[in-house]
Antibody, heavy 120, light 105 residues
Framework: EMHLVESGGGLVQPGGSLRLSCVASGFTFSSYEMNWVRQAPGKGLEWVSYISRSGSTIYYTDSVKGRFTISRDNAKSSLYLQMNRLRDEDTAVYYC?????????????WGQGTLVTVSS | DIQMTQSPSSLSASVGDRVTITCRASQSISSDLNWYQQKPGKAPKLLIFDASSLQGGVPSRFSGSGSGTDFTLTISSLQPEDSATYYCQQRYSTPTFGQGTKLEI
């Protein structure tokens, strides 16, 4: 069974940093493109970042460009999101999501999410 | 960015009802439209991709239709476990989601 497990969330002050991790199991991680999607408390879903299978192609939503860095370690079946210069509006549950095979921007499955709270 | 607008924002229905949720894109997105179901405290789950293709394991009472700018998600005979928030998402360009439709049974 495919499984994604996020970790690394927590409480951080504005301007601080946090590194999220997502460990995959049940499938060949290196064969799939991956994404981060977030959901602010009580709000809808927002795509954050994408990384190709090799890590050579990366995209970000405008609001996190220059502050967040996505990366992956295929040997460890792991996806990461380094978040710097955090703002109040970055408070959200962050989900990692696998891209469905040969279908761009179709997310399946998703991890259970990790909560990031940015507050002083 | 392509804006996605869902209606209604919330609705209440009874077991056995037929329910339709609509999603409108701010520009044509062909059939590049996905639907997700999210239950409280859980991750979203893919229901339908490419407007009308049912994801494996999803009950056949769920169906999707539409193309261009207007799309619908239909649940043919509502079950208690269908109580959730439903999101549409376009994949024509950098992905964006609708604001969600909360369905109460």
């Amino acid at each position: 069974e495919m499984h994604l497990v996020e970790s690394g969330g927590g409480l951080v002050q504005p301007g601080g940093s946090l590194r999220l991790s997502c460990v995959a199991s049940g499938f060949t991680f290196s064969s799939y493109e991956m994404n981060w999607v977030r959901q602010a408390p009580g709000k809808g879903l927002e795509w954050v970042s994408y990384i190709s299978r090799s890590g050579s192609t990366i995209y970000y939503t405008d609001s996190v460009k220059g502050r967040f860095t996505i990366s992956r370690d295929n040997a460890k079946s792991s996806l990461y999101l380094q978040m710097n210069r955090l703002r109040d509006e970055d408070t959200a549950v962050y989900y990692c999501a696998r891209q469905k095979e040969q279908l761009v921007w179709v997310f399946d499955p998703w991890g259970q999410g990790t909560l990031v709270t940015v507050s002083s | 960015d392509i804006q996605m607008t869902q209606s209604p924002s919330s609705l209440s229905a009874s077991v056995g009802d037929r329910v339709t949720i609509t999603c409108r894109a701010s520009q044509s997105i062909s059939s590049d439209l996905n639907w997700y179901q999210q239950k409280p405290g859980k991750a979203p789950k893919l229901l339908i991709f490419d407007a009308s293709s049912l994801q494996g394991g999803v009950p056949s009472r769920f169906s999707g239709s539409g193309s261009g700018t207007d799309f619908t998600l239909t649940i043919s005979s509502l079950q208690p476990e269908d109580s959730a928030t439903y999101y549409c998402q376009q994949r024509y360009s950098t992905p964006t989601f609708g604001q969600g439709t909360k369905l109460e049974i």
